[in-house]
């Protein structure tokens, strides 16, 4: 279009749009179909329902545009997910093959590492911080790595990390939920697949499961298509296409989502009732120093922990403008006290704040009096 590069929010609102074509929509609707017309040998790009679709070409070009602008990527959309984190996992490990996941990464982990094991493929867990997968990266086969963290918001260092994996001869996963493509770029961090649930912030409307595998290379991209096509994992048309008309909005959300979500740390940070406060663009936050290095936005998600769990209860039924529920990166806020799981190792007051897109004041207002009320011991 035009030798300037253009700006996220540019690339955001154009991201995927098919050629203009007169009286064609700017985004055509959800192509509905199981087959299509094919006559003679089978080639082609669409011909079965559960390998292709015109609707998901759209959306897997917008979300390459996203992850590696100005370049040909490939990018497989799934049904959630978990979808998408499996298809990397089974697609590129065989039995005998050692993995290295995080040890404190989504609270499914656990399930796959069984999963897995049960496969015959070696299982090294590590946390996130201090760049500790390092340690048992010897012959593993793949490094997986999501960072920030999920509910801890620890950072890890991808590129000395994807660095280190790559000498050591194993490929490199990083679930890049959390941030978002606006956030950080995984691939130019130098992972190999880049990997996230675009339930959460991609969408922002906590209406649809998602998810998606973005990688450079055409061979590996094809191991992911491949393993899809066995479990037939396929997003339906109709979220496909919500998945894609919400991505023109991406950057609007995150900047004002993030920027709320900074506010409220700042604000929290002011508070002695409020123990253990994290949020990754937070100047003093642990992990600030590495977050900045490598994140262009420090994501919604601001974590914190008050006295118990009773406290933390009072608090969240305190609360007007923020559901209890669980997930991220909604335009609504919500939050949650994570212990409720059981996986988290995290302490019975803990919270997870995913901050939406509500006016800062309001927002900041509603959790200064629900932290009041529930220290009253009110609710
Ligand atoms: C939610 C989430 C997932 C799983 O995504 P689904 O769309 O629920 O399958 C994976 N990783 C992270 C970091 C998540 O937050």
């Keep these: 279009m035009t030798d300037t590069p253009l700006g996220e929010g540019t690339r955001a609102v154009r991201a995927g749009l098919p050629e203009t074509r007169q009286y064609e929509p700017t985004l055509p609707g959800p192509v509905f179909a199981a087959h299509f017309h094919l006559s003679g040998d089978p080639t082609g790009p669409y011909m079965y329902g559960r390998d292709s679709n015109p609707t998901w070409t759209h959306l897997e070009r917008a979300i390459g545009e996203l992850e590696a602008p100005g370049e040909t990527v490939h990018t497989i959309s799934f049904a959630s997910g978990m979808a998408a984190i499996s298809a990397v996992l ?41 760049d500790a997968q390092l340690d048992v990266l010897d012959g593993a086969r793949l490094l997986w790595i999501e960072t920030p963290s999920n509910p801890n918001l620890d950072v890890c260092d991808v590129r ?13 996963a990083v679930d890049n ?4 493509p606006l956030g ?62 919400s991505l023109a909005t ?27 406060l ?4 937070l100047p003093g936050d642990p992990s600030h120093r590495i977050a900045a290095r490598q994140m262009r936005r420090f994501g919604c998600v601001v974590s914190f922990v008050l006295p118990d769990r009773a406290h933390a209860e009072r608090f969240l039924a305190a609360l007007r403008l923020v559901d209890d529920a669980t997930s991220f990166g909604g335009i ?32 900041l207002a509603d959790v200064a009096r629900a932290l009041d009320e529930a220290a009253a011991g009110r609710s």
């Design 250 to 276: 991406l950057q609007l959300r995150s900047d004002r989502q993030n920027a709320t979500a900074l506010a409220l740390a700042q604000a929290l940070e002011q508070r002695a009732d409020v123990a253990g």
């Design 332 to 363: 609504r806020s919500t939050a949650e006290r994570r212990r409720r799981w059981g996986g988290d190792d995290v302490p019975e007051g803990f919270i997870r704040f995913s901050v939406g897109a509500e006016d800062p004041e309001d927002l």
């Design 278 to 281: 994290r949020y990754p663009g």
């Design 160 to 172: 000395r990390l994807a660095a280190a994996a790559h000498a050591a001869g194993a490929l490199v």
């Design 184 to 245: 950080q770029r995984p691939l130019d961090l130098g992972a190999d697949f880049s990997v996230a649930s675009d339930t959460k912030g991609m969408t922002g409307h906590g209406d649809i499961l998602l998810g998606h595998v973005t990688c450079r290379d055409a061979a590996r991209a094809d191991e992911v298509r491949r393993w899809r096509k066995i479990v037939g994992a396929i997003p339906g048309p109709m979220e496909a296409w919500l998945a894609h008309r």
């Design 177 to 180: 939920t959390l941030a978002t």
């Design 90 to 130: 089974m697609s590129q490990l065989r039995s005998g093959d050692a993995v290295v996941l995080p040890g404190d990464g989504y609270q499914v982990l656990p399930l796959v590492r069984e999963q897995l094991e049960a496969y015959g493929i070696e299982v090294r867990t590590a946390p996130t911080g201090g």
